[in-house]
Structure formats: structure tokens, C-alpha cells
């Protein structure tokens, strides 16, 4: 894993813990140790911050993103810098953390960002076009993307609301916080994290009997949504 913060307390702090979790790191201030380190071998993650003195850590975030799909958390200074969170979403970090946080918090989130990492990496393994999901008398076939309620009849789906609709089906009652859902349905370069509660409204009018009361897709205050029905993959 890799630290990139300019702050060298921060840096021995970050690299004493998680090498107390058997997590060994590496740390460095700035994009020359940044570039240095990427050109000797790719880390399983970086842990990037956006506040980098006179670099800019959206710059740097955008020129890894360019060459590399390495999971990347990104760190702010302050938690009123939702501008920051978002471009840096859009721009392709997995996570953020603001500053000051616990380092429980952030090995929590390091652990959650590889674990979906690995998830994603055994589904590409897998065929994608086959099999499906059943949930309350629904059906969703990867093969040509078919949705069907429990008569029978086609639900049609536009490619958003596939790829949000699939990102609950294999995550079922387990809350999905909006970061990993912009994540999961990112098509264009545009979106806003706003929009995937403009999704989730849309997903809830071709599933719910009452979309104004959810029973399916939950909101939970705070933290995200959560998909409440028990799903069958097959």
C-alpha cells in the first residue's frame, strides 16, 4: 500500500499502525517519490492526499487514473470540501476520508475498498452474460439484460438503472453508500452524486406497488441505501 501525504507525521502515524495489522506500507510527500515508487511496481492501493503544499492531488489523482486502475482513497482537510469529494469521486477514487480521522476509520475503508476490489476481480472471471438474480417473484437475466416482474412481463431498463439495479443484486441487505453506488453505475463523465438518488427514485417506480413508501430499496439516513429483499443468483 501506498501513502502519499506531504505531512511526515502523518505518514509515520499512517505506517506505524498498519504495519501493527500486518499491512506493511510505503510512504511518500509528493509526485516525483509518487512517480518513483509507480515505476518500480504497482501497489495494491493508494492512499492519496488532495492537500500536497504546491501540488494539486486532483492533478495527481487524474494522472494515475490515467494509466492505472489501482483502488485509491482520497484524503481532504476539511468536511465542508464537498467539491473536493465529488471531482475526486468523478475522477475515479474508490473512497475519501476527511481529516482528522481515526485510523480504525481508515483501515476499515482500506479493507472495504479491497474487498470489493477482489469481488470485482472474481466476477470478471466469470461469464458475464450468464446467470441472473431472483427477488420477489422478480427476474433479472444477465443474458441481453432482461428484467421481468412476477407475472412474467418484460420490465425494460435503461443501462443506468441496470448497472444500479445489479450493484444491489450483489449486495442484498447490506447498506451501499452513494460513493460505491456513483462508483457501480458511472457512465458518464457528468454525474453527480445527487443523480443517484435521482436513479434510485426512477429504479423504485419500475419496482415498488408504493414508491413513495419503499420496501425494497431502503433509504438509510446518512449512510446510503439498502436492497431488503432476500436474492437467489442462479
Known amino acids: 500500500m501506498l501513502i502519499v501525504d506531504d505531512d511526515p507525521a502523518i505518514r509515520k502515524m499512517i505506517a506505524r499502525y498498519f504495519e501493527e495489522q500486518d499491512m506493511p ?8 517519490e509518487l512517480n518513483q515508487q509507480l515505476g518500480r511496481a504497482e501497489p495494491c492501493l493508494i492512499v492519496l492526499d488532495l492537500r500536497l503544499g504546491q501540488e494539486d492531488g486532483l492533478d495527481l489523482l487524474r494522472e494515475i487514473r490515467a494509466k492505472s486502475d489501482v483502488p485509491i482513497i482520497i484524503m481532504t482537510g476539511h468536511r465542508r470540501d464537498e467539491v473536493d469529494r465529488v471531482v475526486g469521486l468523478e475522477l475515479g477514487a474508490d473512497d475519501y476520508i476527511t481529516k482528522p480521522f481515526g485510523l480504525r476509520e481508515l483501515l476499515a475503508r482500506v479493507r472495504a475498498v479491497l474487498r470489493r476490489q477482489e469481488l470485482g476481480r472474481v466476477a470478471r472471471q466469470r461469464d458475464p452474460e450468464r446467470g441472473g438474480y431472483r427477488f420477489n417473484g422478480w427476474v433479472l ?6 428484467l421481468t416482474d412476477s407475472a412474467g412481463e418484460p420490465v425494460p431498463l435503461t443501462k443506468s438503472e441496470y448497472a444500479l439495479l445489479l450493484a444491489f443484486l450483489e449486495a442484498p441487505q447490506r447498506t451501499l453508500s452513494r460513493e460505491h453506488l ?5 457512465i458518464h463523465e457528468d454525474i ?5 438518488d435521482v436513479q434510485v427514485l426512477r429504479l423504485r417506480r419500475k419496482l415498488e ?13 446518512g449512510l446510503g441505501y439498502v436492497f431488503s429483499p432476500a436474492v437467489e443468483a442462479f
Open 25 to 32: 506500507v510505503v510512504t511518500v510527500p509528493g509526485r516525483q
Open 141 to 146: 437475466e444477465r443474458r441481453g439484460r432482461r
Open 182 to 186: 456513483l462508483q457501480a453505475t458511472r
Open 192 to 196: 453527480f452524486d445527487r443523480s443517484i
Open 209 to 221: 406497488p408504493n414508491p413513495s413508501a419503499p420496501q425494497i430499496i431502503k433509504t438509510e439516513r
